[in-house]
């Protein structure tokens, strides 16, 4: 298929690329069919003056060419008198004179088609025959039992058709197809069509676009706020700690301050070093035993006086204990007790 010449349409040139597409080569240009076009103008102008430069009909002749227009397109006359250069002849196919020939479209060489102003050539290279339609993106394969049904086809919707007659130039194309037979998998599409799906799917990869660019940025926006809800129910659950933990500190403080002013006023108040938990316990379970051990040996005494102030469980207590630590201590002790419990419950809460 490489090998084959294929012009695509450009503007209006429709007979320049059906010409060039017979000839299989870049033989004809705008400017050589305009100067063609011009000759058969001066031609027929001459033969309108001999009735009369000033007959009705030389005054019509006089309008705008009929060879030819400001967009390109050219007459079946500019074109016959174009492949006349190359001895070659066009007969029209649905011609009574044709016709009665009874040749089978096979065994011609080529074709030339129009209709509406558009032309294009359907031609046989090698063994096989081509649709090279310059609207087409490529040469369509067109097979021998498919072609008398395409020209029919082409007459049906208002073709006219015309049979090329003559030796056609050498070509690459017609050489190579002489040796070889080729297979096409997919037929060319309408140069329209091509580009109306090429802007479609321009279209739809720049939606694509858009959707996977606005899904990016709500995934990343996501991730952003479950990012920042976490931090905010970490950081509350801090300031929540934070607050009980200073309302325990208040709290105990109080009560440190109401018990201190209780006790200082018959202990007097010790420094020592601070007591873990375990060994104010050891202590207490020590005088507790003590007690009971003094209950036991020592009968029961005297009544004490009304008037004497009964000792209580504390103050022997401080008496026991001396200089080892003070009730301060103590509740300073079960502060810090409460403090590490409160930590490592919210340690474990962050974690989970």
């Given at each position: 298929m490489e090998s084959i010449f294929h012009e695509k349409q450009e503007g209006s040139?429709?007979?320049q690329h059906c010409l060039n597409n017979l000839l299989q080569g870049e033989y004809f240009s705008p400017v050589e069919l305009s100067s063609i076009a011009h000759q058969l103008d001066e031609e027929e102008r001459m033969r309108m003056a001999e009735g009369g430069v000033t007959s009705e009909d030389y005054r019509t002749f006089l309008q705008p060419s009929g060879n030819m227009d400001d967009s390109g397109f050219f007459?079946?006359?500019?074109?016959?008198?174009?492949l006349k250069v190359w001895g070659l002849e066009?007969?029209?196919f649905n011609s009574p004179e044709y016709q009665r020939l009874r040749i089978d479209p096979i065994?011609?060489?080529s074709f030339i088609c129009n209709y509406k102003e558009h032309w294009f050539t359907v031609r046989k290279l090698g063994k096989q025959w081509f649709n090279l339609n310059s609207l087409l993106t490529g040469p369509e394969l067109i097979s021998d039992t498919y072609l008398a049904l395409f020209l029919a086809q082409l007459q049906q919707e208002g073709y006219s058709i015309f049979v090329v007659k003559g030796d056609l130039p050498d070509c690459e194309a017609d050489q190579l197809l002489q040796m070889i037979r080729v297979q096409q998998m997919q037929r060319p599409k309408l140069i329209g069509e091509e580009l109306a799906q090429l802007k479609e799917q321009r279209v739809q990869k720049t939606d694509l676009e858009r959707v996977l660019e606005a899904n990016d940025g709500s995934?990343?926006?996501d991730e952003d706020e479950e990012d920042l809800q976490r931090a905010l129910a970490l950081s509350r659950q801090e300031i929540d700690m934070e607050d009980e933990e200073a309302d325990l500190r208040r709290a105990i403080q109080l009560s440190m301050q109401g018990t201190s002013r209780n006790i200082s006023q018959d202990?007097?108040?010790t420094s020592g070093t601070h007591l873990t938990s375990e060994e104010l316990r050891k202590r207490r379970e020590a005088y507790f035993e003590k007690q009971q051990q003094q209950q036991q040996q020592d009968p029961p005494g005297p009544l004490t006086h009304p008037c004497e102030k009964p000792?209580?469980?504390s103050e022997a207590l401080?008496?026991?204990?001396?200089?080892a630590m003070s009730e301060e201590d103590m509740l300073q002790a079960a502060v810090t007790m409460s403090l590490e419990t409160v930590r490592n419950n919210f340690k474990t809460e962050g974690k989970k």
């Open positions: 040139l429709c007979a007459s079946i006359q500019v074109i016959s008198n174009a066009l007969i029209l065994n011609e060489r995934g990343m926006l202990i007097p108040q000792t209580t469980s401080s008496s026991e204990l001396g200089d």
